[in-house]
């Protein structure tokens, strides 16, 4: 049971580049998230998506796209890099409970950090 | 417009001594909170939380009280110990959206 998985760990990208944040989870979890973190700004959520082929967004959704597929993979696609998207972002899961995600059972990736130059 | 604020940016404390940690939030619609603890290079992970309809939760050496009408949550960790040192997050959960305050950096001095 690997949990959140997240790839890479690591990514430099010049102004402009798209490029692919991938999430995988293995609990069977409905419902999936990304965050970024910024310093003196806590995570923010990004988009997320509560089982395949539905996804909402989130506060900070601009310059983002993301899909679902399947239950495991929740990918994070950024379209055209700018530098104010560098960041370290975490995927997130957990199971559905009483109508939305579950209180106590989020489990967070070991996040990807991104530079955007 | 930050709807979840911790105020504090760091907080160091003697081991065995009490750790308080300080959360207030805006939004009156918030169904749950919770706090998250956070070791560098690694994501965060769940502490505790606390329903809108109850004023504390307790769990082992974790406490977390809410007071509704300051719209402030904290929690208490007692006794602190050295492993406790971490960055620890408040979070207010409404529906599928999760708000996350800035952290606390937490320093448990031996």
């Known amino acids: 049971n690997a949990g959140v998985t997240q790839t890479p760990k690591f990514q430099v990208l010049k102004t402009g580049q798209s490029m692919t944040l991938q999430c995988a989870q293995d609990?069977?979890?409905?419902?999936m998230s990304w965050y970024r973190q910024d310093p003196g700004m806590g995570l923010r959520l990004i988009h997320y998506s509560v089982g395949a082929g539905i996804t909402d967004q989130g506060e900070v959704p601009n310059g983002y796209n993301v899909s679902r597929s399947t239950t495991e993979d929740f990918p994070l696609r950024l379209l055209s890099a700018a530098p104010s998207q560098t960041s370290v972002y975490f995927c997130?899961?957990?199971?559905?409970?009483?109508?939305?995600?579950?209180?106590?059972?989020?489990?967070f990736g070991p996040g990807t950090r991104l530079t955007v130059l | 417009d930050q709807q979840v604020k911790q105020n504090s940016p760091s907080l160091s404390v003697q081991e065995g001594r009490i750790s308080i940690l300080n959360c207030d939030y805006t939004n009156s619609m918030f169904d749950y909170f919770l706090w998250y603890k956070k070791y560098p290079a690694e994501g965060p992970t769940f502490l505790i939380s606390?329903?809108?309809?109850?004023d504390k939760n307790e769990d082992g050496r974790f406490t977390v009280f809410l007071n509704k009408s300051a719209k402030h949550l904290s929690l208490h960790i007692v006794p602190s110990q050295p492993g406790d040192s971490a960055v620890y997050f408040c979070?207010?959960?409404?529906?599928?959206?999760?708000?996350f305050g800035a952290g606390t950096r937490l320093f448990v001095k031996a």
């Open positions: 979070a207010a959960m409404g529906g599928f959206k999760t708000i």
């Open positions: 606390i329903s809108s309809i109850k």
């Open positions: 609990m069977n979890h409905e419902y």
């Open positions: 997130a899961s957990s199971p559905l409970s009483g109508g939305s995600a579950s209180t106590d059972t989020q489990y």
